[in-house]
């Protein structure tokens, strides 16, 4: 399917491994030149080699922390303008309600709810002007069924969706649509992670701790980078025109629910 963005410009957030990368290669795939970011140097620009050799587009890698007003600055340099943006950034992590601070909860709302916010804010009116844009939030699935040992996740992720419902309709008028994608469990380092601590807590090992996760997925599998890659750039595509302000669960139907 020909998704009619072929030459267009993105901006894939935290995107040198695990769901940004897989939504830079859809792209790619799909003939958008990149900028990429993550902050560890050596791994972004092995990717961005990788994505350019094997897609043939132009890809930037930008060292840097997104969630930082420094690091967006140095990406948004590199960037200029956009005609997609795909924020992300890496999860905050695992905890008890009764533990958490003041301090934790701004960083996580800064990591996972402002800087998708501030990224936004620089090249969304660009793409308005240019009468064109496609935005897509990676959230989580937490933001539709909260996972109670990722309260700070469920608690950044719902501000950001609370943002992305209003903002979303006052853009489309534009030709911008903006949407979330939400990913229930996959395959990828933040799972390994997560799987890692289910295993200590439970005396168990991260094997079993992933059978056990798995056995909870109608699918009975982990999520795929690469497919969650390519509903992102559905999202991003001619096509995707109509669809404005929603929230995309793939989750293999882990969620129990009728809507
Ligand atoms: P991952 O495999 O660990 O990859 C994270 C990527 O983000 C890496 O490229 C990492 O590179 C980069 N990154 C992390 N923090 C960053 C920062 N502050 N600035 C720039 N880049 C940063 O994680 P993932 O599974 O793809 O998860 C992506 C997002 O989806 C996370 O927010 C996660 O919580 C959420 N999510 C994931 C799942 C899942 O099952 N995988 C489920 C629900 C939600 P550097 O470390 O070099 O910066």
New binding site residues.
Partial sequence: MDLGIKGKRALV?????????GCAEALAAAGVDLVI????EA??TQTAHEIAETYGVSVTPVA????TAE?RAKVLDAVQQADILVT????PPPGDWQDWSRDDFIKAID??MLSAVALMQALVPGMMDRGWGRVVN?T???VKSPIAVLGL?NTARAGLTGFVAGMSRQVAGKGVCVNNLL????D????TGLDAGVAKSKGITPSEARMQREATIPTGT??R?DDFGATCAFLCSQQARFIVGQNILLDGGALNATL
């Fill in positions: 957030c935290a995107a040198s491994k695990g769901l940004g990368r970011n993550s902050r560890t791994e972004i840097a922390d997104i969630t690091g992300n950034a890496g999860g990591a996972n990676i989580s699935q937490s996740s990913p229930g469990i996959h990828t380092d933040r799972a982990y999520g980078a």
